[in-house]
T-cell receptor, first 114, second 111 residues
Framework: DTGVSQDPRHKITKRGQNVTFRCDPISEHNRLYWYRQTLGQGPEFLTYFQNEAQLEKSRLLSDRFSAERPKGSFSTLEIQRTEQGDSAMYLC????????????FGPGTRLTVT | QKEVEQDPGPLSVPEGAIVSLNCTYSNSAFQYFMWYRQYSRKGPELLMYTYSSGNKEDGRFTAQVDKSSKYISLFIRDSQPSDSATYLCAMSVYNFNKFYFGSGTKLNVKP
């Protein structure tokens, strides 16, 4: 088990472009979370999946953001029409059923919007 | 008002000192309280968790929760330079559908 992986690790894009990030959780972890973290701040919750169902989504999340977790395995986070304010580290975490307080974080995808 | 407040520091201490890190929160429904450590350009890693009020000890680390005051603490004894990192508190209600993080306290332990 190699832990939570995220791809790409870095992404530079121009304002207005769409970007998609991928997260592969630890196998058999049915809970998956996406967070956004900016410099000097803690992770900000974006959305939560239990298996393939998206059960929670931040009210602060713009309609430009969408996430999927088909078949309850990997997940993707898409940002449409990126803005400079979207520049941040996007973190994915997974946790097992029964020990749901144990979030295992991936290394993150650092997005820079120019 | 943020759900979770944490002093951003930075906090600089000499090696061997006792470190006290704190968070306050406003939502009385929080039941699970976690502390994470985050090194630069890495994802956070879980250090400790506590359910409801009380103390929990793990090696050099002690976590305390006072639900009546909505205040949690992490104590690090005999701090080491390798403890230099950002420490994040996090909280959740019973169903773990959402976690709320503090802004993090940056700790520097000087040799």
């Amino acid at each position: 088990d190699t832990g939570v992986s995220q791809d790409p690790r870095h992404k530079i894009t121009k304002r207005g472009q769409n970007v998609t990030f991928r997260c592969d959780p630890i196998s058999e972890h049915n809970r998956l979370y996406w967070y956004r973290q900016t410099l000097g701040q803690g992770p900000e919750f974006l959305t939560y999946f239990q298996n393939e169902a998206q059960l929670e989504k931040s009210r602060l999340l713009s309609d430009r953001f969408s996430a999927e977790r088909p078949k309850g395995s990997f997940s993707t986070l898409e940002i449409q029409r990126t803005e400079q304010g979207d520049s941040a580290m996007y973190l994915c975490a997974s946790s097992p059923q029964g020990f749901s307080y144990e979030q295992y974080f991936g290394p993150g995808t650092r997005l820079t919007v120019t | 008002q943020k759900e979770v407040e944490q002093d951003p520091g930075p906090l600089s201490v000499p090696e061997g000192a006792i470190v006290s890190l704190n968070c306050t929160y406003s939502n009385s429904a929080f039941q699970y309280f976690m502390w994470y450590r985050q090194y630069s350009r890495k994802g956070p890693e879980l250090l400790m968790y506590t359910y409801s009020s009380g103390n929990k000890e793990d090696g050099r680390f002690t976590a305390q929760v006072d639900k009546s005051s909505k205040y949690i603490s992490l104590f690090i004894r005999d701090s080491q330079p390798s403890d230099s990192a950002t420490y994040l508190c996090a909280m959740s209600v019973y169903n773990f559908n959402k976690f709320y993080f503090g802004s993090g306290t940056k700790l520097n332990v000087k040799p």
